[in-house]
């Protein structure tokens, strides 16, 4: 167990340095580089240019540049946002709260009714229901998301005017629990679609699974009731391989996120990261990317362990 | 008539079954893929022949046409903030939206398949190191990754293709990888190299072929996955760029027009959702066709 663990955190550490060369040199190997915000403006001279590449050191080589980031990086020194000069830790740590709370939100409904409807398709396979949740599933994943909201939009804050169009909270107002969670409202709903429609997906197809097998039938056999059957052999089996799904689901779910953040202006490190591309923001760019994907890796590499953890079949080595 | 096709005859009924008609007889007993191959094929047509349907040029602007709600002076589906006929431009819109997921998926799919043949073919350190880069890629939400992207790169039908395609390879080429993988210990491939055939002839003729159906099943479903991306891109502002139209760029403004013209915002949506929607169920009927083992589709 201890060298798989081991050789785990190894193998993330490997692929989070491979990550960082990919983003940095995606950023650094575009047309004009991490300068070009500054060549855009008319008031710029040429040797004003200069001088600022000089001074953020973007006329190292490449190699050098990186080195100098990764150093940083690993010290906690992420650099400083071009736009105002902040820390891009503190930028970013800035955001983590509102995208949590989104994100949270979504995948415990999310995670709720789809389990619900995953376990009702798959006791009764082929019937209407299993039909129709199917169906819906599928055309719930092709939604894109932003048009959801979008439509969310339309009908709760437009027609019906039951709920807020964007924001966290009422501006200018004090916080208030009620009034944040008014809000939460549409932003969470929008991003939860597509993840029930995963959800209820996985849980069906592994349910199908579980009740196939011999134990299922012994159980029924002996003359345990229906819903036992169900909740207490099935289900506990059939959620095991689910713990997966919470880390392998991480990259789109911060994709979701970061559609419905900018459609519900909602502050979180998606739209940070929309308004930093507007603004050429290196060094937030650079650190939002490392940021996700740190926490993508981290995500699978926990659900695995867990996932170890809980099914005494499973060997880690 | 010669004896042995005369003793043929008798022999014909035995016959197995063709291959070709049982996946086709098992297609067609999957309803909502074939419903949505219908769906494809009408939407291509409308995307093919969106110049010659008597709806008008898509970028003809008309003032006076301004937010004309649908079936008013003319437009069934209304017309936009520049009294632009909304059906036009769907269709227009439909050809780049359509062009760039067939496209991304080829790309993707020629990606994927070398690099997934590659790690199967060499192993060890080779399949280890592009083990560890497609950890890398997947560790990347797509959206940061491919705006981060498109934001830098002069936007095209082209540079949109391509990034997506860099973007999405990662999925068919782990799949190439294991089926190549479990194929290789076979006894056909045992019997082949005994048989003395060289190590790229066993991978062309005797692997390849046999990843056909898992390609093609991968292949249908990253087309949805690449309408999809264009559209966010799109939408977001860092992909086709106005006044050609696609879908997702066809929603760039509609929230500021929701309370006067809705149906701007709703029918673009409603065409990438049936796209989308089709190209999954599509890739779905697919699997279960081409996969007798495979009896309940996940994720």
Request: glycine fraction near 8%; aromatic fraction near 8%; hydrophobic fraction near 55%.
């Amino acid at each position: 167990m201890r060298q798989y663990l081991a050789r785990r955190v190894l193998q993330a550490a490997v692929v989070l340095g491979l990550v960082s060369l990919a983003g940095f040199s995606l950023l650094h190997l575009a047309p004009g580089g991490p300068a070009a915000i500054y060549a855009m403006s008319p008031t710029m001279a040429a040797e004003d240019l200069d001088r600022i590449t000089r001074e953020l050191g973007l006329d190292r080589p490449l190699h050098v540049q990186y080195l100098s980031w990764a150093r940083g990086f690993l010290t906690g020194n992420w650099g400083r946002s071009y736009r105002d000069g902040r820390l891009v830790l503190e930028v970013i740590t800035d955001r983590v709260p509102a995208t949590t709370v989104l994100m949270l939100s979504a995948f415990t409904v999310a995670v709720l009714l789809g389990l619900a409807a995953g376990i009702v398709s798959a006791v009764r396979q082929y019937s209407l229901f299993d039909h129709l949740a199917t169906s819906l599933a599928m055309v719930a994943l092709s939604i894109p998301t932003f048009w959801l909201g979008l439509m969310g939009i339309y009908v709760f804050a437009i027609l019906l005017r039951v709920l807020p169009p964007g924001n966290i909270g009422t501006v200018g107002a004090d916080f208030s629990l009620p009034d944040r969670l008014w809000h939460l409202v549409l932003p969470a709903g929008t991003l939860g679609v597509v993840m029930v429609a995963t959800w209820s997906r996985y849980t069906r197809a592994s349910m199908l699974e579980v009740i196939r097998a011999d134990y299922i039938r012994t159980a029924h056999a002996k003359g345990v009731a229906g819903g036992a059957v169900i909740f207490k052999h099935a289900l506990k089996n059939a959620l095991i391989p689910l713990v997966t799904l919470a880390g392998l689901q991480l990259p789109l779910v911060f994709s979701g996120a970061l559609v419905t953040e900018t459609i519900f202006t909602w502050p979180g490190m998606g739209r940070l990261f929309v308004d930093s591309i507007g603004y050429r923001d290196y060094p937030v760019l650079m650190g939002l990317l490392m940021f996700t994907a740190l926490l993508v890796v981290l995500g699978n590499l926990v659900a695995d362990l867990v996932y170890g953890a809980i099914d005494p079949r499973v060997r880690l080595a | 008539m010669s004896v042995a096709h005369a003793l043929d005859q008798p022999m014909a009924p035995a016959r197995p079954e063709r291959l070709s008609r049982i996946v086709l007889s098992r297609f067609l007993r999957h309803r909502p893929a074939v419903v949505s191959a219908v769906v494809i094929l009408l939407l291509g047509l409308s995307a093919a022949l969106a110049g010659h349907l008597g709806l008008g040029d898509p970028l003809h602007i008309q003032m006076s046409h301004r937010f004309a709600p649908p079936l008013a002076k003319g437009h069934l589906l209304g017309a936009d903030e520049l009294g632009r006929d909304v059906l036009s431009r769907l269709l227009h819109a439909g050809r780049i939206s359509l062009t760039v997921g067939l496209a991304a998926m080829a790309v993707t799919v020629v990606i994927g398949a070398a690099l997934g043949t590659v790690s199967a073919y060499f192993r060890g350190m080779v399949d280890a190191a592009l083990q560890r880069l497609t950890d890398a890629m997947l560790s990347f939400p797509p959206i940061y990754m491919l705006l981060a992207l498109a934001a830098f790169v002069r936007p095209s039908l082209g540079s949109m293709t391509a990034i997506i395609a860099a973007t999405s390879w990662m999925d068919i080429a782990r799949m190439v990888r294991g089926q190549m993988l479990s194929l290789r210990e076979q006894e056909f491939v045992v019997g082949a190299r005994g048989l003395g055939a060289s190590g790229a002839r066993i991978m062309a003729h005797h692997l390849l072929p046999n990843t056909v159906g898992i390609i093609a099943v991968a292949a249908t479903l990253s087309v949805a996955r690449a309408i999809l991306l264009e559209s966010y891109i799109s939408f977001l502002g860092y992909g086709i760029q106005p006044p050609l139209a696609s879908w997702g760029n066809m929603l760039n403004n509609a929230q500021s027009y929701f309370a006067s013209a809705p149906w701007v915002a709703i029918f673009p949506g409603v065409m990438i959702t049936l796209a989308v929607t089709s190209f999954n169920f599509l890739g779905d009927g697919l699997r279960d066709a081409l996969d007798p083992r495979h009896v309940e589709s996940r994720g």
